[in-house]
């Protein structure tokens, strides 16, 4: 899953206003912002498998830190709780751990079983949408779609800036989704854990968008 998780970021503005784009993108791609790094550390692994599944070559051999399913509540309820620290909102705090925890379950709906529930337990669970690339791109634009479009009702854009930046954001996500649905496989998981950080950017986008626009409500 990829611009499924993007969509919840972008339609939980409508839910959480004060909240910013950034955060929620943050938020949304918390785990797989963290998966990258510990990739690097050497403590998960995964390799590169050409046709494991229809749309991704990767085999996740082990990543219950980042990605198992009490992990994820675990870092939901961290991140929820240094936002509701430092900004004393309750909507947005929620928002932000319901999105990192989100994760898990739109991962769950594609990945084969292969994500794990509890680390250090061998129960892996995924429903393998994966295996069909029109299903998954069918949900994944739907999931963007929905989310750019409660976005787009909840903010208005203050200049060109907020209008155009807001569009680049979309098209360069489904950029990025067709050369990973389309392109090759990677060429060793070093190089698919430093792109990985690139996500960062993605990040930054929106941080800078939500300064060009304004909350509608």
């Known amino acids: 899953m990829f611009l499924g998780h993007f969509g919840l970021a972008f339609g939980a503005k409508h839910y959480a206003p004060a909240a910013g784009l950034g955060t929620l993108f943050l938020a949304a791609q918390f785990v797989d912002l963290l998966w990258p790094v510990l990739l690097l550390l050497g403590v998960e692994r995964v390799a590169i498998v050409p046709g494991i599944t229809v749309v991704t070559p990767l085999d996740f051999q082990h990543y219950p830190f980042s990605h198992s399913l009490v992990a994820s509540f675990g870092w939901a309820a961290l991140l929820g709780a240094i936002h509701y ?25 594609v990945h084969r079983p292969d994500l794990p529930l509890i680390p250090g337990n061998e129960a892996r669970v995924g429903l393998g949408l994966w295996n069909s690339l029109p299903a998954t791109l069918t949900l994944e634009l739907a999931l963007l779609g929905a989310g750019a479009w409660l976005y787009a009702r909840t ?14 954001l979309l098209a360069f996500l489904l950029v990025i989704e067709a050369a990973n649905m389309l392109g090759p496989p990677p060429p060793s998981v ?25 909350a509608t409500r």
């Open 85 to 109: 620290a430092m900004f004393r909102s309750t909507r947005a705090a929620s928002a932000i751990a319901l999105l990192v925890a989100s994760h898990w379950f739109l991962d769950l709906v």
């Open 190 to 214: 070093d190089a698919i854990a430093w792109v990985g950080q690139a996500q960062w950017l993605l990040v930054l986008w929106a941080f800078w968008i939500d300064r060009h626009r304004e």
């Open 155 to 168: 903010t208005r854009a203050r200049d060109g800036v907020g209008r155009w930046a807001f569009v680049g």
